[in-house]
Protein backbone atom coordinates (compact mmCIF):
# COMPACT_ATOMS: atom_id res chain seq x y z
CA UNK A 1 0.00 0.00 0.00
CA UNK A 2 2.72 2.26 0.65
CA UNK A 3 4.63 1.80 -2.46
CA UNK A 4 0.77 2.59 -4.38
CA UNK A 5 0.76 5.82 -2.53
CA UNK A 6 3.97 6.41 -3.14
CA UNK A 7 4.20 5.86 -6.95
CA UNK A 8 0.47 7.52 -7.32
CA UNK A 9 2.49 10.79 -5.09
CA UNK A 10 5.32 10.87 -6.40
CA UNK A 11 3.59 11.35 -10.05
CA UNK A 12 1.67 14.28 -8.75
CA UNK A 13 4.73 15.38 -7.35
CA UNK A 14 6.94 15.21 -10.51
CA UNK A 15 4.05 17.21 -12.43
CA UNK A 16 3.57 19.90 -9.61
CA UNK A 17 7.78 20.33 -9.48
CA UNK A 18 8.28 20.85 -13.24
CA UNK A 19 5.39 23.19 -13.37
CA UNK A 20 6.85 24.97 -10.29
CA UNK A 21 10.34 24.68 -11.66
CA UNK A 22 12.06 25.18 -7.67
CA UNK A 23 15.50 24.44 -6.45
CA UNK A 24 13.78 23.13 -3.35
CA UNK A 25 10.54 21.78 -4.03
CA UNK A 26 10.68 17.79 -2.98
CA UNK A 27 8.70 18.09 0.12
CA UNK A 28 6.07 20.61 -1.28
CA UNK A 29 5.85 18.95 -4.21
CA UNK A 30 5.35 15.55 -2.72
CA UNK A 31 2.71 17.20 -0.16
CA UNK A 32 0.89 18.51 -2.99
CA UNK A 33 1.18 15.27 -5.01
CA UNK A 34 -0.38 13.38 -1.77
CA UNK A 35 -3.29 15.62 -1.89
CA UNK A 36 -4.04 14.26 -5.01
CA UNK A 37 -3.58 11.04 -4.51
CA UNK A 38 -6.73 9.63 -4.96
CA UNK A 39 -8.13 11.62 -8.31
CA UNK A 40 -4.77 10.08 -9.42
CA UNK A 41 -5.23 6.80 -8.96
CA UNK A 42 -8.65 6.88 -10.12
CA UNK A 43 -7.38 8.46 -13.28
CA UNK A 44 -4.96 5.50 -13.27
CA UNK A 45 -7.38 2.98 -13.06
CA UNK A 46 -9.69 4.35 -15.08
CA UNK A 47 -6.69 4.43 -18.14
CA UNK A 48 -5.84 0.41 -17.25
CA UNK A 49 -9.62 -0.84 -17.63
CA UNK A 50 -10.19 1.49 -20.44
CA UNK A 51 -6.73 0.47 -22.01
CA UNK A 52 -8.06 -3.67 -21.26
CA UNK A 53 -11.26 -3.22 -22.42
CA UNK A 54 -10.30 -2.08 -25.48
CA UNK A 55 -7.90 -4.56 -25.84
CA UNK A 56 -10.30 -7.30 -25.65
CA UNK A 57 -12.46 -5.32 -28.73
CA UNK A 58 -9.65 -4.09 -30.70
CA UNK A 59 -7.90 -7.58 -30.41
CA UNK A 60 -10.78 -9.95 -31.03
CA UNK A 61 -11.42 -10.03 -34.46
CA UNK A 62 -7.39 -9.94 -34.91
CA UNK A 63 -7.58 -13.55 -32.40
CA UNK A 64 -10.52 -15.13 -34.87
CA UNK A 65 -8.41 -14.61 -37.70
CA UNK A 66 -5.34 -15.27 -36.15
CA UNK A 67 -6.95 -19.07 -35.32
CA UNK A 68 -8.03 -19.64 -38.56
CA UNK A 69 -5.48 -18.71 -40.32
CA UNK A 70 -4.49 -22.84 -40.74
CA UNK A 71 -1.04 -21.84 -39.49
CA UNK A 72 -0.14 -19.93 -42.33
CA UNK A 73 2.81 -18.36 -40.39
CA UNK A 74 2.91 -15.57 -43.37
CA UNK A 75 -0.93 -14.54 -42.39
CA UNK A 76 0.10 -14.88 -38.96
CA UNK A 77 2.46 -12.37 -38.91
CA UNK A 78 0.55 -9.86 -41.08
CA UNK A 79 -2.30 -9.79 -38.85
CA UNK A 80 0.39 -9.84 -35.69
CA UNK A 81 1.71 -6.79 -37.27
CA UNK A 82 -1.87 -5.19 -38.19
CA UNK A 83 -3.25 -5.59 -34.50
CA UNK A 84 0.21 -3.85 -33.21
CA UNK A 85 -0.67 -0.94 -36.07
CA UNK A 86 -4.00 -0.43 -34.85
CA UNK A 87 -3.07 -1.12 -30.88
CA UNK A 88 -0.52 1.13 -30.43
CA UNK A 89 -2.09 4.89 -31.95
CA UNK A 90 -4.94 3.64 -29.61
CA UNK A 91 -2.92 3.09 -26.70
CA UNK A 92 -0.97 6.63 -27.02
CA UNK A 93 -4.39 8.24 -27.51
CA UNK A 94 -5.26 6.81 -23.91
CA UNK A 95 -1.94 8.06 -22.42
CA UNK A 96 -1.90 11.70 -23.53
CA UNK A 97 -5.75 12.13 -22.44
CA UNK A 98 -4.93 10.78 -19.08
CA UNK A 99 -1.38 12.95 -19.00
CA UNK A 100 -3.35 15.88 -19.73
CA UNK A 101 -5.91 15.06 -16.98
CA UNK A 102 -3.32 14.34 -14.59
CA UNK A 103 -1.97 17.87 -15.00
CA UNK A 104 -5.07 19.30 -15.12
CA UNK A 105 -5.94 17.69 -11.31
CA UNK A 106 -2.26 18.71 -9.85
CA UNK A 107 -1.28 21.91 -11.64
CA UNK A 108 -5.05 23.23 -11.59
CA UNK A 109 -7.29 21.66 -8.84
CA UNK A 110 -10.03 20.28 -11.64
CA UNK A 111 -12.11 17.65 -10.41
CA UNK A 112 -11.59 14.78 -11.97
CA UNK A 113 -14.61 14.29 -14.32
CA UNK A 114 -13.83 18.10 -15.42
CA UNK A 115 -10.16 16.98 -16.01
CA UNK A 116 -11.01 13.84 -18.09
CA UNK A 117 -13.07 16.49 -20.15
CA UNK A 118 -10.67 19.21 -20.53
CA UNK A 119 -8.19 16.72 -21.21
CA UNK A 120 -10.38 15.31 -24.59
CA UNK A 121 -11.34 18.56 -25.41
CA UNK A 122 -7.60 19.70 -25.73
CA UNK A 123 -6.45 16.58 -27.56
CA UNK A 124 -9.29 16.45 -29.82
CA UNK A 125 -8.66 20.45 -30.45
CA UNK A 126 -4.30 19.37 -30.65
CA UNK A 127 -4.81 15.60 -31.64
CA UNK A 128 -2.10 16.11 -34.50
CA UNK A 129 0.59 17.51 -32.15
CA UNK A 130 -0.92 15.28 -29.47
CA UNK A 131 -0.11 12.14 -31.44
CA UNK A 132 3.69 13.54 -32.87
CA UNK A 133 4.79 13.87 -29.18
CA UNK A 134 3.38 10.46 -28.45
CA UNK A 135 5.19 8.52 -31.32
CA UNK A 136 8.29 10.53 -31.38
CA UNK A 137 8.35 9.48 -27.01
CA UNK A 138 8.03 6.28 -28.64
CA UNK A 139 10.50 6.00 -30.94
CA UNK A 140 13.00 7.67 -28.26
CA UNK A 141 11.92 4.99 -25.72
CA UNK A 142 12.59 2.37 -28.15
CA UNK A 143 16.22 3.96 -29.08
CA UNK A 144 17.32 4.31 -25.33
CA UNK A 145 15.75 0.98 -24.42
CA UNK A 146 17.94 -0.94 -27.05
CA UNK A 147 21.16 1.52 -25.85
CA UNK A 148 20.54 0.41 -22.42
CA UNK A 149 20.50 -3.06 -23.44
CA UNK A 150 24.05 -2.45 -25.33
CA UNK A 151 24.91 -0.36 -21.82
CA UNK A 152 23.56 -3.64 -19.51
CA UNK A 153 25.63 -5.93 -22.03
CA UNK A 154 28.81 -4.11 -21.70
CA UNK A 155 28.66 -4.22 -17.70
CA UNK A 156 28.06 -7.75 -17.67
CA UNK A 157 31.23 -8.81 -18.79
CA UNK A 158 33.06 -7.82 -15.94
CA UNK A 159 31.13 -9.95 -14.38
CA UNK A 160 31.06 -12.85 -16.25
CA UNK A 161 34.42 -12.94 -16.27
CA UNK A 162 34.76 -11.99 -12.15
CA UNK A 163 31.86 -15.09 -12.47
CA UNK A 164 34.10 -17.70 -14.18
CA UNK A 165 37.07 -16.72 -12.27
CA UNK A 166 35.24 -17.47 -8.75
CA UNK A 167 34.08 -20.80 -10.52
CA UNK A 168 37.91 -21.67 -11.07
CA UNK A 169 38.87 -20.47 -7.53
CA UNK A 170 35.82 -22.69 -6.57
CA UNK A 171 35.16 -19.75 -4.02
CA UNK A 172 31.85 -19.93 -3.49
CA UNK A 173 31.76 -17.22 -1.54
CA UNK A 174 33.35 -15.10 -4.04
CA UNK A 175 30.80 -16.28 -6.76
CA UNK A 176 27.59 -15.15 -4.54
CA UNK A 177 29.52 -11.90 -4.26
CA UNK A 178 29.80 -11.13 -7.26
CA UNK A 179 26.12 -12.56 -8.25
CA UNK A 180 24.55 -9.98 -5.83
CA UNK A 181 26.96 -7.05 -7.11
CA UNK A 182 25.53 -7.71 -10.27
CA UNK A 183 22.10 -7.81 -9.78
CA UNK A 184 22.26 -5.02 -7.75
CA UNK A 185 24.24 -3.29 -10.05
CA UNK A 186 21.53 -4.24 -13.08
CA UNK A 187 18.80 -3.07 -10.66
CA UNK A 188 20.59 0.65 -10.13
CA UNK A 189 20.77 1.11 -14.05
CA UNK A 190 16.73 0.10 -14.31
CA UNK A 191 15.93 2.42 -11.62
CA UNK A 192 18.37 5.57 -12.79
CA UNK A 193 16.76 4.80 -16.60
CA UNK A 194 13.18 4.78 -15.53
CA UNK A 195 13.59 7.82 -13.44
CA UNK A 196 15.19 9.44 -15.95
CA UNK A 197 12.99 8.76 -18.82
CA UNK A 198 9.92 9.65 -16.76
CA UNK A 199 11.13 13.20 -15.23
CA UNK A 200 12.28 13.16 -19.33
CA UNK A 201 8.87 12.58 -20.19
CA UNK A 202 6.54 14.41 -17.86
CA UNK A 203 8.76 17.17 -18.44
CA UNK A 204 7.98 17.32 -22.39
CA UNK A 205 4.05 16.63 -21.88
CA UNK A 206 3.93 19.83 -19.61
CA UNK A 207 5.86 21.89 -21.93
CA UNK A 208 3.38 20.90 -24.57
CA UNK A 209 0.54 21.01 -22.67
CA UNK A 210 1.47 24.74 -22.00
CA UNK A 211 2.22 25.75 -25.46
CA UNK A 212 -0.90 24.23 -26.63
CA UNK A 213 -3.15 25.64 -24.11
CA UNK A 214 -1.44 28.83 -24.50
CA UNK A 215 -1.70 29.03 -28.06
CA UNK A 216 -1.58 28.09 -31.81
CA UNK A 217 0.92 25.23 -32.13
CA UNK A 218 1.62 24.04 -35.64
CA UNK A 219 2.21 20.41 -36.17
CA UNK A 220 5.63 19.51 -37.86
CA UNK A 221 3.92 17.35 -40.10
CA UNK A 222 1.58 19.89 -41.31
CA UNK A 223 4.42 22.26 -41.91
CA UNK A 224 6.29 19.55 -43.98
CA UNK A 225 3.58 18.85 -46.31
CA UNK A 226 2.60 22.58 -46.92
CA UNK A 227 6.56 22.80 -47.80
CA UNK A 228 6.63 19.66 -50.45
CA UNK A 229 3.11 20.94 -51.77
CA UNK A 230 4.95 24.64 -52.32
CA UNK A 231 2.54 26.01 -49.65
CA UNK A 232 5.62 27.51 -47.54
CA UNK A 233 5.42 31.20 -47.95
CA UNK A 234 1.61 30.36 -47.15
CA UNK A 235 2.32 29.10 -44.48
CA UNK A 236 4.68 31.65 -43.18
CA UNK A 237 2.38 34.42 -44.03
CA UNK A 238 0.03 32.56 -41.78
CA UNK A 239 2.49 32.12 -38.81
CA UNK A 240 3.06 36.09 -39.04
CA UNK A 241 -0.21 36.58 -39.14
CA UNK A 242 -0.87 35.03 -36.01
CA UNK A 243 2.37 36.51 -34.47
CA UNK A 244 0.25 39.81 -35.51
CA UNK A 245 -2.73 39.00 -33.51
CA UNK A 246 -0.72 37.96 -30.31
Known amino acids: ?11 GALVYGIKAAKTQFFNEALRHGSKKFWPLLLVNIILAVAIAVLMAIF ?20 IVILSFIVWVPVTIIFYLIAQYAVIYI ?35 NIITSILLVAVVIVLALPFVMLGLLASALASNGFL ?34 ERIT ?28 EQEKK
Open 176 to 209: WFVIILGILTFIALLFLYGAAWNVFQVSVWIQLF
Open 59 to 78: NLPFVILYLNTGGNVLWQTV
Open 214 to 241: GGVVYSKILRWAVALTGGKSAQSGSLSD
Open 1 to 11: MFLLWLSIASQ
Open 106 to 140: VNYDKHIAQAIKDAWLLFAKNWIVSLEAGFLLLLI
